[in-house]
């Protein structure tokens, strides 16, 4: 709960200070759908925001406003108090981290490094030493001399950051920067990425659609889907208390019982499932009574057998797939035989087969009644 | 691991399964896949050899061999072979070619080797034809029967020319394309200065060249990134719009341009019409352009004189004399030829009493038959060589570079000029290459609008092959111009690296 406290707090320091701000940004391409609707958002200075979304959800659009690269239809941007709207993006004083690297073939390593020094007039001694330190900080020191075709893609992927960073930038903005990377080096610069962000306290505003990306990186998290965003909040609470069925199936995870809302108890809820039984759920966004509610339970937080407790349930065993840390077992509950159950791979956890039954049962406040999406 | 591999390769030679050396084994493997895919690129070999190859060794060779007289002269041949070109002419050479004259005259091929000494020495046709003519009846002693016949057969030079023809191998046509003489006595003189013709064409050549590839550059390299950048749909017009021209006879391209820039063609209307000319003539005055752009015209006329009789009628008009300026001009110098300055001057006034009539500042450029028609004609034609290399290098060109340099503090110049242009010179270097090399070598369209000043080396060689059937001397101009095509390829290769050249 230390993580969760702590995310917390930043959240709430850091929106006060706002240097980077959103208000009532819009954005269409062709003049009949927007893009972006109505966004506000403020990042304070030293975070690290990620933008997270499926494709098509907004997030880049909203990084490459930020940039400059596309104008907002309506709507204020603004930088450290200032409107940006009006300012050309190579004014804009923003280190970006692109995609697939962009950096320029035919310059070596260190000439792409001394690019946004040389176009500042940066005296020759001056460039020299920030691009040594550069490189240094992203322990590329003897690779000043290759070109970018001659380097894996975790060292393009080093220098792209080392490029983006080398004329200090108070604000830094990477697009999907370790989606060409495979799994095992993703995860080493997803760290390397954040150390690097602790030490030097710039700015950073990340776009991605791996969720594990960010919550492994990010101090707050926007979910955003349709142009909109779902829920601006910590790692943990984000996945802990997702306000929405769109949150609680993107971030991790999650069981979804589909049913009615039968009646409301101050912060509880009783829902009637379509098939059947009812359950005892945290209202959280289910409207009215006998409005349609969807129930989210994270596959962790299901108990099985005896101690199942209050609120039990029978579950079916269809399947069961041995993945070392836990036993993934897939049940039907409720006619749906898509309910996943993580058993922890330890001791006291209980013996199953397929085609058994078990009690299945959950904390009260462990599930959520949200909106039927 | 890798240094064991490396000692065993070294001890001894890695067998395969059954014993014989693996790389033996590996070349017996790989060899029928490679004579399957020899076999489906055969044709096209032999094509190529036949029809490209084969003759351009041949003409190559044309241009230094040349057997006319030496296969119909057979006894004078071997005599002026080994005569020294020095040492008076004798008269055993003398009979000799009695001999070989009536030998010809009978077989009546005397007509080509009159030609073919015609091309050393003019004078030589009927000098030959006739002698052949009394040869039967010539007497001994046969030197001076001959010069009884045409008394150039005294002279020491045309016999050294004679020599010069009756040499199959000769290095003279090459040198002639050069402008250099070859004389029988083996030495090498520079042409007479109003002789030498093909250095200065050439260098016409290379000129009209340069100035079409810069000029397919600088308008080709928008059109390239247009289509580069534009939505598919729109690129996809504007590539048609690009590729419209290879789909049209040359023929009907240049003679369009006729059309266009004749002296009463589209162009000089329009600029009549809008009073562009007067612009463009204040501006050329302004530069002293003058002459370049309308008296001169390279219709032959000597500019400094039509010049200074031209003060007559600019007094007289003002600014700018009337009418189409080159037939103006024309008309002035002939004047002033006949009459001196006063005559030019009272043409002038009669030219200013005609140009009520002609309607004032009609002037008309002449941009069709002369080197800037030549220019433009070939630039038009050559364009999608210059835009689809250049294209197909931009595609590859992601956005985000731009953006990158752009984030980084650089203004839209700067971006491009660092970091996209730097990018996009494979495909400037392919296209300047291949409008360059096909430029050098056109023929048609200076043909049809070159006029006198915009022929190329192309027209001659053409001239050479046609009407003065001096094939030889074709052959070496086509073998020169073989050669500079060669040098700027390897000097482009010196230069950029053929290797960085990408043509799509």
Same mark, same amino acid.
């Given at each position: ?45 030293? #975070? ?30 603004? *930088? ?84 983006? *960073?080398?004329?200090?930038? #108070? ?41 594990? #990306? ?42 979804? *019982? ?51 407790? #209050? ?63 | 691991?890798?240094? &064991? ?37 055969? @044709? ?10 084969? @003759? ?10 040349? /057997? ?9 041949? /071997?005599? %002026? ?13 003398? =009979? ?18 009159? &030609? ?17 003519? +009394?040869? =039967? ?6 030197? =001076? ?25 000769? @290095? ?40 079409? &590839? ?71 005055? %302004? ?27 600019? =007094? +007289? ?66 364009? /999608? ?10 595609? &590859? ?24 242009? @730097? ?82």
């Amino acid at each position: 709960m230390r993580a969760t406290s702590q995310g917390m707090d930043m959240t709430a320091d850091k929106a006060a200070d706002a240097f980077v701000e959103f208000e009532r940004v819009q954005k269409s391409y062709d003049g009949e759908t927007l893009v972006v609707k109505d966004l506000n958002l403020n990042i304070g200075r030293g #975070e690290f925001l990620t933008m997270l979304g499926p494709s098509g959800s907004g997030k880049t659009t909203c990084l490459m406003m930020l940039a400059g690269f596309e104008t907002a239809t309506h709507g204020d941007i603004r *930088l450290d108090g200032k409107a940006i709207n009006n300012i050309p993006p190579h004014k804009r004083g923003i280190g970006m981290v692109f995609q697939n690297y962009a950096l320029f073939p035919h310059m070596t390593v260190a000439e792409n490094l001394a690019f946004p020094l040389e176009v500042r007039k940066l005296s020759k001694a001056d460039i020299e030493t920030k691009v040594g330190r550069a490189l240094d900080m992203v322990q590329m020191k003897a690779f000043g001399g290759r070109r970018p075709a001659q380097l894996s893609g975790g060292q393009q992927q080093r220098i792209a950051l080392a490029r983006a *960073l080398v004329f200090e930038p #108070e604000l830094v903005l990477m697009d999907e920067p370790l989606g060409a990377l495979d799994k095992q080096l993703r995860e080493h610069m997803q760290y390397e990425i954040k150390h690097l962000h602790e030490r030097l306290g710039v700015t950073v505003v990340y776009v991605t659609h791996d969720q594990s #990306e960010a919550l492994t990186m990010s101090d707050r998290i926007a979910v955003f889907n349709d142009g909109v965003i779902q829920q601006l909040a910590g790692p943990a609470t984000l996945y802990e208390k997702p306000e929405n069925a769109f949150v609680a199936q993107f971030i991790g995870e999650n069981n979804k *019982l589909r049913g009615r809302v039968e009646n409301i108890e101050g912060s509880h809820a009783v829902i009637a499932l379509d098939n059947g039984p009812k359950v005892k759920a945290l209202a959280v966004n289910c409207g009215g009574i006998g409005k349609p509610t969807l129930l989210s339970i994270r596959p962790e937080r299901v108990i099985l057998g005896p101690e199942a407790g #209050e609120t039990a349930l029978k579950g079916r065993v269809v399947e069961l797939i041995y993945l070392g840390d836990h036993i993934r077992c897939r049940m039907e509950v409720a006619g749906d035989d898509e309910f996943i159950v993580k058993v922890p791979n330890n001791h006291a956890h209980a013996v199953l087969q397929v085609g058994e039954e078990t009690p299945i049962g959950w904390v009260v406040d462990d599930c959520r009644a949200l909106d039927a999406a | 691991m890798a240094e &064991t591999t490396t000692e065993t390769t070294k001890n001894a030679p890695l067998l395969a399964a059954d014993g014989t050396p693996l790389r033996r084994k590996l070349e017996q493997a790989l060899f029928v896949s490679r004579m399957r895919a020899l076999g489906l690129v055969a @044709p096209l070999l032999a094509f190529i050899l036949a029809v490209f190859i084969i @003759p351009i060794v041949y003409f190559m060779i044309q241009g230094m061999h040349n /057997p006319v007289y030496a296969d119909r002269m057979p006894n004078s041949t /071997p005599i %002026l072979q080994a005569w020294d070109g020095q040492s008076p002419v004798t008269e055993e050479m003398a =009979e000799a070619m009695v001999k070989d004259l009536i030998l010809t005259r009978d077989n009546r091929e005397i007509g080509r080797v009159a &030609t073919r000494v015609n091309q050393e020495f003019s004078g030589a046709r009927s000098m030959f034809t006739s002698s052949a003519r +009394k040869a =039967e009846r010539m007497e001994p002693p046969f030197l =001076e029967a001959l010069v009884d016949a045409d008394k150039d057969w005294g002279k020491q030079e045309v016999w050294r020319a004679i020599k010069v023809a009756a040499t199959s191998w000769t @290095p003279a046509y090459y040198l002639a394309a050069l402008d250099f003489q070859y004389a029988g006595d083996g030495s090498i003189t520079r042409q007479d200065a109003e002789r030498r013709i093909h250095v200065a064409l050439f260098v016409r050549t290379m000129e009209i060249s340069l100035i079409v &590839t810069i000029s397919c550059f600088v308008l080709g390299y928008p059109v390239a990134w247009l289509l580069a950048e534009l939505p598919v749909r729109k690129a996809n017009l504007l590539m048609i719009l690009v590729l419209l021209p290879f789909w049209t006879s040359i023929l009907v391209r240049t003679t369009a341009w006729i059309a266009m820039l004749q002296g009463q063609g589209v162009m000089n209307d329009l600029m009549v019409f809008t009073g562009l000319n007067q612009v463009i003539l204040q501006i050329s005055m %302004l530069f002293n352009d003058y002459k370049d752009l309308t008296v001169s015209s390279l219709c032959g006329i000597d500019v400094n004189a039509a010049l200074g009789s031209i003060p007559a009628a600019v =007094e +007289k008009f003002g600014a700018s004399p009337p009418g189409t300026l080159t037939r103006c001009g024309a008309e002035i110098l002939a004047a002033f030829e006949q009459g001196g300055e006063s005559g030019a001057r009272s043409h002038a006034e009669a030219l200013a009493a005609s140009a009520q009539r002609w309607g004032y500042g009609d002037e008309r450029f002449s941009m069709i038959y002369n080197k800037l028609g030549t220019i433009i004609a070939m630039t038009h034609i050559l364009l /999608p060589f210059m835009i689809l290399p250049l294209y197909s290098v931009m595609k &590859t060109v992601p956005p985000s570079y731009l953006r990158a340099a752009k984030s980084m503090g650089a203004t839209n110049w700067t971006a491009f000029w660092r970091v996209y242009f @730097p990018q996009t010179i494979p495909g400037i270097g392919a296209g300047a290459l291949l409008v360059f090399i096909l430029a050098i070598g056109y023929y048609i369209t200076p043909a049809l609008v070159g006029g006198q000043d915009g022929q190329m080396i192309s027209n001659f060689i053409d001239f050479h092959m046609r009407r003065s059937l001096n094939w030889s001397l074709a052959a070496a101009l086509g073998g020169v111009l073989l050669i500079i095509v060669l040098f700027f390829y390897w000097l482009y290769d010196r230069i950029v690296g053929i290797d960085n050249m990408k043509l799509g």
